[in-house]
């Protein structure tokens, strides 16, 4: 791994996702309009396709809205605002969207945290991790980023795992990030022991986070939500 990490390439401008403008519900979860720190308004789309798994997308307005997409799944979900935050609840999950600074976490029902957004990982001199957001090259390609927190003694596996075409990653504390895009730059916690990051050279971001106890569930219940790239 290099000692550059992908938010500090000087030949590429960054932004992030900042606060939220508005929302609104939809079947499974709810549809965001998130402003960036530059202001730019950016579509972001989160719900449960399962009780266990999530599914984010976003892509800048200015590219046009989030395509409806009818092919995937969705589960019953409860969606109400509380204390600053957009709460979502499915049948063994809750996910909790905080308007400023935007990021959202997962917690199952006894309050523990599973998963959640880094938006802390910056140093005075140096881009160590960036939320969710975009950058642009010197020829204007756009690509998108994401970054998770890691907590101590946090895991991270990488494997081709049989009937999967997309990139994934699987942690120890029992959740598997599914991305829909062919390829992915992956930061695993070598740049900052704190972060987990990837890059994908889209103008969009699609991926699934899948909650289970080890591999085996976590991969059965990504097939069950529809997974994409599953035998």
Do not use: W
Request: charged share 25%.
């Amino acid at each position: 791994m290099p000692d550059a990490t992908i938010f500090d390439d000087p030949t590429r401008s960054y932004c992030y996702l900042s606060r939220v403008q508005r929302y609104r519900r939809v079947h499974g979860g709810a549809r965001f309009v998130v402003v960036t720190n530059e202001g730019e308004a950016m579509a972001l789309d989160i719900r449960f396709v399962a009780p266990q798994a999530i599914r984010v997308r976003c892509r800048r307005l200015a590219d046009g809205p989030l395509p409806v997409d009818g092919t995937e799944k969705a589960a019953e979900v409860s969606v109400e605002a509380r204390n600053g935050r957009i709460v979502m609840r499915s049948g063994a999950l809750e996910l909790r969207v905080v308007r400023s600074p935007f990021h959202y976490g997962v917690f199952d029902f006894d309050g523990r945290k599973l998963l959640v957004q880094q938006i802390g990982d910056v140093t005075p001199t140096r881009l160590v991790s960036l939320p969710l957001g975009y950058s642009r090259d010197a020829h204007g390609r756009i690509a998108f980023h994401e970054s998770f927190e890691l907590e101590p003694e946090e895991r991270l596996r990488y494997p081709a795992a049989a009937g999967v075409t997309s990139p994934s990653c699987y942690s120890s504390r029992g959740y598997g990030v599914f991305l829909h895009h062919p390829r992915a730059d992956f930061e695993p916690g070598t740049a900052s022991p704190i972060s987990v990051s990837f890059r994908v050279d889209d103008p969009h971001l699609d991926y699934v986070v899948v909650f289970g106890e080890d591999d085996d569930e976590i991969m059965e219940r990504y097939a069950e939500a529809g997974g994409r790239g599953t035998a």
